[in-house]
C-alpha cells in the first residue's frame, strides 16, 4: 500500500512525572512480594506516586504546559482539548475542563475521552479527525493518570504494577510538511469488559458503605488472561497500522508501545517483526501509567534523541475495555 499524505502532525510534546519515587522494596515493606519477583515478572523496580494534594488535573497540566511551550501555542489558541484518563478526579465535570481552567485555554472545546491505557492513542486519532474536518487549527491531547488513587494498596497482585504520571501533545495541520500520523488502526471488544475493571463506584453499584468495605471501587484484574490478550491484540493493531501506512517493520526506526510489562513488550516486538534495539521502553521507572505511558515514553525518546526529524514511528498500546490501538507516524 502507497505511503498516505499525513493531514495532522505532532508540534511539540511533554511529560510530568511526580518526584517522589517508591521502589519494589518499598512496597515490599507492606505486601508480600518482593523485587526479585516485579523486576522478573514486569521489569519494574520504580513507580511515581503523586503525593497528596496532587490530582489528576494538575499531573496532565503541566504536561500540557510543556507541550505548548514546545509547539509554541499560547492557551487561547487551542480549538480542542482532548484529555485520556481512567481515574478523573471527579465523576462531574470531567477532568478536561478542570485542565482548560488551570490553563486558560478559555476557546477549546474540552472533554475527557476513557479507552483505559489505549487512551492517548485513540484521542490523538479523534484529534486528527478533528483537523481533518477543517474544524480545528490547534489540538492539545492529555494523558493524565493518578493510578495510585483507585489501586487495592493490599492487592499485590495489581498495586506493583501501577504509576502516575502525565504526557501530552500538540496536533496541528501539517500543509503539505510530510510529517505526521500515517495510519492509525482502533479497535475494542466489550465482551470481555471483566477482565480489567472497576465493579463499584458507578451507576450500577454507587458508592455506599458496603462498596467502601470490600474495595469494589478499587481496580480488579485478571492478570494472565490480559496478558495472552494484550500481547495478541498489539501485535496485529502494529500490522495493520504498519500496512496501512505502507510501512513493513523494517521501515520503523522505532516503536514506542504502552509501557505495562517488559514481557509483553518483548512478545509484541517480536510478533511485529521490530528488533528490540528499536523499542523504546522505560516501564522500569514509571510502571504502567496506563494511557500516560505512551506520550511520556515518546517525550522521552524524543528528548534522548531516538526520534529525529524523518523518523518512522510506531506506537501501540493495549488496556481495559477491552481496547487496544497502533499508530504509524512520521516526525
Ligand atoms: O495496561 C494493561 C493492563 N495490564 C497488563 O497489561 C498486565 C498484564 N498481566 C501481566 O503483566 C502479568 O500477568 C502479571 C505481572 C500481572 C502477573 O505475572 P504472571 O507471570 O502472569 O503471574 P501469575 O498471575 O501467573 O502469578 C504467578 C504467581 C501466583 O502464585 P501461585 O498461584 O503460583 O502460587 C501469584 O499469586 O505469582 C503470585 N504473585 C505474586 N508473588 C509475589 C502475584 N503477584 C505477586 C507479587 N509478588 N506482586
Redesign the pocket.
Known amino acids: 500500500m502507497k505511503t498516505p499524505t499525513p493531514i495532522a502532525e505532532i508540534t511539540g510534546t511533554g511529560r510530568f512525572l511526580p518526584d517522589n519515587i517508591v521502589t519494589n522494596d518499598d512496597l515490599a515493606e507492606k505486601?508480600?512480594?518482593?523485587d526479585e519477583?516485579?523486576h522478573s515478572?514486569?521489569g519494574i523496580s520504580e513507580r511515581r506516586i503523586a503525593p497528596d494534594g496532587m490530582f489528576t488535573a494538575h499531573l496532565g497540566a503541566e504536561a500540557a504546559k510543556a507541550a505548548m511551550t514546545e509547539a509554541g501555542v499560547e492557551p487561547g489558541e487551542v480549538d480542542i482539548l482532548i484529555v485520556s484518563t481512567a481515574t478523573p478526579d471527579r465523576w462531574l465535570p470531567s477532568t478536561a475542563c478542570d485542565i482548560q481552567a488551570v490553563l486558560g485555554c478559555k476557546n477549546a472545546v474540552a472533554f475527557d475521552l476513557m479507552a483505559?491505557?489505549t487512551g492517548h492513542i485513540y484521542a490523538l486519532s479523534m484529534a486528527e479527525g478533528y483537523i481533518a474536518a477543517g474544524r480545528a487549527e490547534v489540538a492539545l491531547v492529555v494523558a493524565a493518570e493518578k493510578m495510585s488513587a483507585i489501586v487495592d494498596w493490599s492487592d499485590?497482585?495489581t498495586a506493583?504494577?501501577f504509576g502516575d504520571g502525565g504526557g501530552a501533545a500538540v496536533l496541528r495541520p501539517c500543509n503539505g510538511s510530510g510529517r505526521g500520523i500515517l495510519s492509525s488502526h482502533l479497535q475494542s471488544d466489550g465482551n470481555l469488559a471483566d477482565l480489567?475493571y472497576r465493579p463499584g463506584g458507578g451507576a450500577i453499584d454507587p458508592v455506599s458503605q458496603s462498596v467502601l468495605d470490600e474495595g469494589r471501587h478499587l481496580m480488579r484484574?485478571h492478570?494472565?488472561e490480559?496478558?495472552k490478550n494484550?500481547v495478541r491484540s498489539m501485535a496485529e493493531a502494529c500490522d495493520i497500522a504498519m500496512n496501512k501506512a505502507g510501512l513493513t517493520a523494517n521501515d520503523i526506526d522505532l516503536l514506542v508501545p504502552?509501557q505495562?510489562?517488559i514481557?509483553?513488550i518483548e512478545a509484541t516486538a517480536k510478533y511485529a517483526g521490530i528488533p528490540m534495539d528499536k523499542v523504546f521502553v522505560n516501564v522500569e521507572k514509571y510502571g504502567?501509567m496506563?494511557s500516560a505511558t505512551v506520550p511520556v515514553a515518546f517525550d522521552e525518546a524524543r528528548e534522548q534523541g531516538r526520534v529525529v526529524p524523518g523518523s518512522n514511528v510506531l506506537t501501540v498500546a493495549?488496556?481495559?475495555g477491552l481496547t487496544w490501538g497502533a499508530m504509524a507516524l512520521r516526525m
Open positions: 505486601l508480600d512480594t518482593s519477583w516485579i515478572r514486569t483505559a491505557c499485590r497482585t506493583v504494577l480489567l484484574m492478570g494472565r490480559i496478558f494484550a504502552h505495562a510489562n514481557r509483553i504502567n496506563s493495549f488496556g481495559a
